[in-house]
């Protein structure tokens, strides 16, 4: 039977390689980054390509509206994550296979339940809400069961040391995505618009999703999502804050800035953060090979964890600046090739966001390593303060000077939640080491 690790216990670790036969050294720790690494960037650009896409189509208002949708799934992604597949990944990864799949069923049941209750509540909200907002909502609740499953397959393939099979489902998505796009680009209509690229965008992940059952040769149990749910409290509602103060900051200031600038203003600022794409979709996903690499440097050199976390976030905040760098020399044709009529707002944004994704680069290498330490109660911490440095200095700056001061606001909060991170791993570090010198002094 699995353990179940506590706080400050290390988690188990996927197996070596992409099957089943262990791998060691650096040779091993490349497979493994370079199957997460292909599998975001195949995630990254169907998400950068479906939103190039949708806001050459619709402009700014439209695309804010879209965008109001996307990031509510967001939300809800994230709180899939804490609840169903955060402690998959933390308690079943490179466990026997039998323990794997029974894990798995229930996993992607739990996501697929979450999916199916909030999307009633979406569906219900559009409907009421109507206007511009309320289709698109009604839309989204419909394909949430999809979308969650879909992530939920990602989840399980890395837990079980698979990541071929989550980069070829995502790249299935991708597939999917584009006779999907094309049919919703033919709707004529502001308000239909939005709806009908909100179906088309679900209706591909449906596709992987009914894939990823063929893949695993698994099928979600929804009926033990409640007992999933029970087992894994410990850890799964800890991770559920956490996530969901992380994507409900976006979404409070999304919808805020929306109040106070217009819907347009969001517009723009996701137009600057799909231009931002690669690195904003790997920092989101990039924790389904990084937590495993930092547990297994803990593990075989606990002294070298911190080292390892700063080369992780360093690098992540240096590529950021370099991408953040050639953006800023992209002549205006360009721009508005790739963005349409959001690139004149947009632009203004690039400096700013880009600091902020390199904030958050740098953060998340901390990250790792107190997901790696299974320091639940300090990472919760960490993100409650940063979600809360987010709200403020984008909203705060939205207030002062509109879309523009938004942006800078979030950069300068990003900066703090940074240095709240690394404080916190380096506490952490000291209080395992503490804790370990007992243990190697025991006869």
């Not at 390689?17 to 997460?36: E, F, H, I, N, Q």
């Not at 991770?239 to 969001?266: C, M």
């Amino acid at each position: 039977m699995t353990t179940m690790p506590t706080e400050g216990e290390k988690p188990t670790t996927p197996a070596d390689g992409d099957g089943t036969t262990p791998r060691t050294g650096k040779r091993a720790m490349v497979g493994r980054l370079s199957w997460g690494l292909a599998d975001q960037a195949a995630s990254s650009m169907t998400n950068f390509a479906v939103g190039i896409y949708v806001a050459r189509s619709l402009g700014l208002s439209a695309f804010g509206v879209f965008s109001l949708a996307w990031l509510t799934y967001g939300v809800v992604l994230n709180v899939a994550r804490g609840l169903a597949t955060d402690p998959l990944v933390v308690r079943f990864s490179g466990v026997p296979e039998a323990s794997w799949r029974a894990a798995a069923a229930r996993s992607s049941g739990a996501a697929l339940g979450v999916g199916t209750a909030v999307g009633a509540v979406c569906l219900l909200v559009g409907l009421g809400v109507g206007g511009r907002v309320g289709p698109a909502f009604v839309c989204l609740g419909v394909v949430l069961p999809a979308l969650l499953l879909q992530d939920a397959w990602r989840f399980a393939f890395f837990a079980a040391g698979q990541g071929r099979k989550a980069f070829v489902n995502d790249v299935v998505w991708g597939v999917a995505l584009v006779p999907a796009m094309v049919l919703a680009a033919r709707v004529d209509g502001g308000v239909d618009s939005v709806a009908a690229f909100v179906l088309a965008w679900g209706a591909a992940a449906a596709v992987a999703a009914v894939f990823g059952c063929f893949q695993s040769g698994i099928r979600p149990r929804v009926t033990q999502a409640r007992e999933w749910l029970r087992e894994q409290r410990d850890l799964g509602y800890r991770y559920l804050v956490e996530n969901v103060s992380l994507s409900g900051a976006g979404q409070l200031r999304a919808y805020g800035l929306g109040a106070i600038v217009g819907v347009g203003a969001v517009g723009a600022v996701r137009g600057a953060e799909l231009l931002l794409g690669p690195f904003l979709a790997l920092l989101m996903g990039l924790s389904l090979v990084t937590v495993a690499e930092a547990a297994r440097v803990l593990r075989r050199a606990p002294d070298r964890l911190g080292t390892f976390c700063l080369l992780l976030g360093g690098g992540q905040a240096v590529a950021a600046l370099l991408w953040g760098g050639a953006l800023l020399l992209l002549p205006d044709r360009a721009g508005e090739f790739v963005l349409g009529d959001v690139w004149p707002s947009a632009s203004e944004l690039i400096v700013p966001a880009t600091l902020a994704v390199a904030g958050a680069g740098l953060g998340s290498g901390a990250a790792a390593g107190l997901r790696a330490l299974a320091a639940a109660r300090r990472s919760l911490r960490c993100q409650l303060f940063a979600s809360a440095c987010y709200v403020g200095g984008g909203l705060g700056g939205a207030a002062a000077a509109g879309t523009i001061g938004s942006a800078w606001g979030v950069a300068a909060a990003t900066a703090c939640g940074s240095a709240v991170w690394w404080l916190q791993l380096r506490s952490a570090l000291r209080e395992h080491h503490r804790l370990s010198i007992p243990e190697v002094r025991t006869p």
